[in-house]
């Protein structure tokens, strides 16, 4: 084995594959920075799930700060609707990519999961949408960052083609965007009392 610094011996794998930062914030910014390896990184990394968890909670809390404008109780919806989305839409990707596209059924919800909280990442700069004339044209190009990420990530949990991890991904926001609309259909009373 090669010897390192101050005499320590270093493992052979140590001086080709430094080992990567695994705190949330160098990972977030990696996950912004689209990097394909990170998505990788954390979809095979078990203590990632509660950062994943941490990062779409935030970004929820970030996003409630425009919705207060329109009301204190769609603000907290807001916060708490995020983490919820996450775990849906990370439920039916698991699906559809395991179902549809024909993914190994063994791979788990969390990886899934893990994979797409980090694709949020970007949306951590949402405040910039608050700002007035251009707050429009942020939110537009960080939706589109967002779903960039989100492609990444699905490749990377599953091993798809981006074809693949399109269709998806385009598949789960469909499905979910139909649950939505039939709860709120279900839930509005008769007569628009």
């Known amino acids: 084995m090669p010897t390192g610094y101050a005499g320590r011996t270093v493992n052979e794998d140590e001086?080709?594959?430094?080992?990567?930062?695994?705190?949330?914030?160098?990972?977030?910014?990696?996950?912004?920075?689209?990097?394909?390896?990170?998505y990788r990184e954390v979809a095979a990394d078990p203590a990632a799930t509660t950062q994943a968890l941490v990062l779409v909670t935030l970004i929820g809390l970030t996003g409630s700060i425009g919705a207060i404008s329109a009301g204190v109780d769609l603000a907290i919806a807001s916060a708490l609707l995020a983490p919820v989305a996450w775990v849906v839409t990370a439920g039916l990707a698991q699906f559809i990519g395991t179902r549809v596209m024909g993914a190994p059924r063994a791979e788990a919800w969390e990886r899934v999961a893990r994979a797409l909280g980090y694709a949020h990442a970007p949306a951590i700069l949402g405040?910039?949408?608050?700002?007035?004339?251009?707050?429009?044209?942020?939110?537009?190009?960080?939706?589109?960052?967002?779903?960039?990420?989100?492609?990444?990530?699905?490749?990377?949990?599953?091993?798809?083609?981006?074809?693949?991890?399109?269709?998806?991904?385009?598949?789960?926001?469909?499905?979910?965007?139909?649950?939505?609309?039939?709860?709120?259909?279900?839930?509005?009373?008769v007569g628009g009392e």
């Open 15 to 38: 001086t080709h594959h430094p080992p990567r930062a695994t705190s949330l914030p160098r990972r977030a910014v990696r996950a912004a920075l689209l990097d394909p390896a990170l």
């Open 127 to 189: 405040v910039f949408a608050l700002l007035p004339y251009v707050g429009v044209v942020v939110l537009v190009l960080l939706t589109a960052w967002r779903v960039v990420a989100m492609v990444l990530a699905v490749r990377a949990a599953f091993g798809l083609s981006v074809s693949q991890a399109t269709v998806t991904l385009l598949l789960s926001f469909a499905t979910l965007a139909a649950a939505t609309i039939a709860l709120a259909t279900i839930s509005t009373p």
